[in-house]
């Protein structure tokens, strides 16, 4: 029996990779959806908050993230977005990571077809600018100074939807979706703090229990933390099959795997600490 | 050429050769890790410049309506200045442009970091007792406790005995619940990643290879 341990305790990582790679295909395969339940959650309140905005209402979403987060934070983009404009509610976007622009325009650009919203009327894409959280105190003095044009070198001017909004106080809410730095931290900092604009959020797994800090004071009205949050929001908008509740079950089923080599591993480490072999 | 099929089949190869290194090392790994390093310096390189150097200083200096903005020299040479840690004899150059960035950063956030993460969350944290139902007292009371015993074990002064000593335990207690929660995120947050890129695979790649092959339309 011993020796059994010793072998479990010496097993071959490769044997893990293909078994957690195997807990991910299955599911997908198999298109496997787990019910994916919202109780009294941060995803939730930014949820509740953004449906209780009332129409016409401006909201600044920051694309703040790039490609190699996208699985997280992509669908989180499009359910917000689209629970946005089926408020009727104005989306302006804009970026402080160089490809959140353009993840951002696919979000919008997407749903504003499948629901006839116009580009400058309903929503628009001011781009992605340098300078994070300074950038972001300038914003709070004057949005057009530092935003000229839009994302294609369209004057700040001739966009309809922009002529009701000078700074971030012209803003019911502000989203940061979020993969690092620059990002939430410095959209609270900045802009929600100094200015008093409510700022919401969604976030990599990574950086949500650092976040998770700022609701519970009343800095951020809700947060979306990971692909759990992604799909938390996709199951509250309504959208069925979207990719978020559709990963949650390989999600679900590697994290067993995960625990179980985590059980296997420290049953085999106290067999070898009471056999004497390991400290 | 079907620009998009191309995209999708460089997209998984390059995949599969970047988890080819979860079986060892070996030459399809090395050639996508260096693309990859190499493509990312290129783009970046290039993006900069489009992004960032030409509208916020090329386009200021001699902007569109014609003239010379002679101010903007002083950011081009400070940026110059930047440069000069390649040169050995002007490498001291560079601090200049250094302590310019520090500074400014230091001055505009100093205050709202110390209100943000400091005077905000011991409000937070002194106030959240005294409000809400039964169990928000509760939460609250386990964060109160979780702080003060947390800090306590990190109080180095004062050896860890008695009272102090047990309340020190509660801390780490707290502290590794706390890792523990954060240890989880990150295997989400990882395990994302990999749906993903299987998502990617099985519902992006596979289904272009039978129209490769010509096979079901």
């Known amino acids: ?279 | 050429m079907n620009w998009e099929i191309l995209g999708i089949w460089l997209g998984a190869l390059v995949t599969l050769c970047l988890y080819s290194f979860l079986y060892r090392d070996n030459p399809f790994y090395k050639f996508a890790e260096h693309l990859f390093v190499g493509m990312s310096a290129g783009y970046w390189v290039i993006y900069t410049i489009e992004n960032v150097l030409i509208p916020n200083w090329w386009l200021k200096m001699f902007p569109a309506e014609g003239g010379f903005n002679w101010v903007w020299l002083i950011p081009g040479i400070f940026a110059l200045f930047m440069l000069a840690r390649i040169v050995p004899k002007i490498a001291g150059l560079s601090r200049l442009s250094l302590g310019m960035i520090v500074g400014v950063g230091a001055g505009l956030s100093m205050v709202s970091f110390f209100q943000t993460n400091a005077m905000a969350q011991v409000k937070g944290t002194i106030f959240s007792v005294a409000t809400g139902s039964a169990w928000d007292v509760f939460s609250s009371l386990v964060l109160v406790v979780g702080v003060v015993s947390g800090l306590v074990y990190f109080f180095f002064s004062k050896a860890h005995t008695g009272l102090f000593g047990k309340t020190a335990n509660v801390g780490i207690t707290i502290l590794m619940v706390a890792f523990g929660a954060s240890f989880g995120y990150t295997i989400m947050a990882r395990i994302s990643l990999l749906i993903g890129r299987c998502q990617f695979l099985l519902e992006d790649w596979l289904p272009t290879i039978p129209r490769l092959l010509g096979i079901g339309g």
């Open chain 1, 1 to 279: 029996m011993a020796d059994f341990y010793e072998k479990l305790g010496n097993i071959d990582r490769r044997i893990i990779f293909v078994l957690i790679a195997l807990a991910v295909i299955i599911p997908i395969i198999f298109g496997m959806v787990f019910p994916n339940p919202v109780g009294a959650e941060p995803s939730r309140d930014l949820f509740n908050y953004v449906d209780s905005l009332p129409e016409g209402s401006n909201v600044l979403i920051s694309f703040d993230y790039d490609p190699s987060t996208m699985p997280e934070l992509q669908p989180m983009a499009e359910a917000i977005v689209l629970h946005l404009f089926q408020k009727n509610i104005n989306i302006v976007g804009m970026a402080l990571w160089p490809q959140g622009a353009s993840l951002g325009q696919d979000a919008m650009s997407s749903m504003a077809d499948s629901l006839g919203k116009v580009q400058f009327e309903d929503w628009c894409n001011l781009g992605y600018k340098t300078g994070g959280g300074v950038m972001i105190v300038r914003l709070g003095s004057s949005m057009s100074a530092v935003f000229p044009t839009d994302r294609d070198d369209v004057l700040w001017s001739e966009i309809p939807m922009l002529r009701g909004i000078t700074s971030l106080e012209s803003f019911s809410l502000i989203i940061s979706l979020s993969a690092g730095d620059p990002g939430i931290i410095a959209w609270v900092m900045m802009a929600g703090d100094r200015f008093g604009v409510p700022i919401g959020g969604g976030c990599t797994a990574v950086s949500a229990p650092t976040l998770y800090t700022y609701l519970q004071t009343g800095q951020m009205v809700g947060m979306l933390g990971g692909l759990k949050g992604a799909a938390d929001y996709e199951t509250l908008v309504g959208i069925t099959g979207g990719q978020a509740v559709r990963g949650m079950a390989p999600q679900s089923i590697a994290h067993i795997v995960i625990m179980l080599f985590i059980i296997i591993g420290n049953v085999a480490y106290l067999s070898q600490r009471k056999k004497g072999g390991a400290k």
